[in-house]
């Protein structure tokens, strides 16, 4: 059964809407984890939009389970990534001017720039995941660099419809299944949601699943712990 990782970030940017203390995102991970969540999955942001340094530091002394930190191979952040020591780090392009990440890792396009950041974190003996589109040439990159996981961007998929959906899931088994032939464990995430999780669920050797912005708007109506319990539901009834 694939783990449950239940990204915080938006509970961060509530707060950080009023630049004030609440609500803590600290707080929303002991809940998440009440609810079922088998890692908390944070993205520390150049431009700090949502998650706070405090924030990174303070889940680290306190998420017992697992923590995921995402982040860009900016040196700066791989180097308080180091500091922290996540459970995984998983590396994901970055824009500024982009309201959430719109794609995967470009692996192939620019490998020497994620090599140096997954050579700084393996230095000090962090697992390493990449956030890659569900492409075969992005994973045959992947597995060079001797990464731990590869987490598959599902945000086509999410989008899609129809018989274009059916097109999109395919691309990720396909993917999926290269990604298991080459070693690493399988992760997903992005725009997935109580309507569209089963599916990717279902894929064979799904090892972990990265859930954010559709928890947290389900938590307004019927609690965190709850919205992450009910997400945790569709998860072991699909497998």
Not at 74 to 85: D, S, T
Request: a negative charge.
């Amino acid at each position: 059964m694939a783990h449950l990782g239940v990204n915080i970030d938006h509970v961060a940017t509530i707060r950080q809407a009023r630049r004030t203390y609440e609500p803590d995102p600290v707080h929303a991970a002991a809940f998440a984890l009440l609810g079922g969540a088998d890692v908390i999955t944070i993205h520390l942001r150049e431009d700090r939009r949502h998650i706070q340094d405090r924030d990174v530091r303070l889940l680290r002394e306190t998420v017992p389970t697992g923590l995921n930190l995402e982040l860009s191979c900016e040196l700066e952040i791989v180097h308080i990534a180091c500091e922290i020591r996540p459970d995984q780090a998983t590396l994901v392009p970055e824009r500024r001017e982009e309201v959430t990440t719109e794609g995967g890792l470009n692996v192939v396009g620019d490998p020497d720039r994620v090599r140096r950041a997954v050579e700084t974190l393996h230095g000090v003996h962090i697992p390493v995941s990449l956030f890659i589109d569900p492409d075969l040439g992005q994973v045959e990159k992947s597995a060079e660099l001797g990464v731990a996981a590869v987490e598959l961007h599902t945000g086509s998929y999410a989008l899609a419809k129809g018989e274009n959906q059916l097109r999109e899931l395919s691309r990720l088994l396909a993917a999926g299944r290269r990604v298991v032939e080459l070693g690493m464990k399988l992760h997903a995430g992005h725009g997935l949601n109580y309507l569209n999780v089963q599916p990717v669920a279902l894929i064979p050797e799904m090892r972990e699943l990265n859930i954010g912005h559709s928890i947290v708007a389900r938590a307004v109506f019927v609690g965190l712990r709850n919205a992450v319990a009910e997400m945790k539901q569709l998860i072991v009834q699909a497998t």
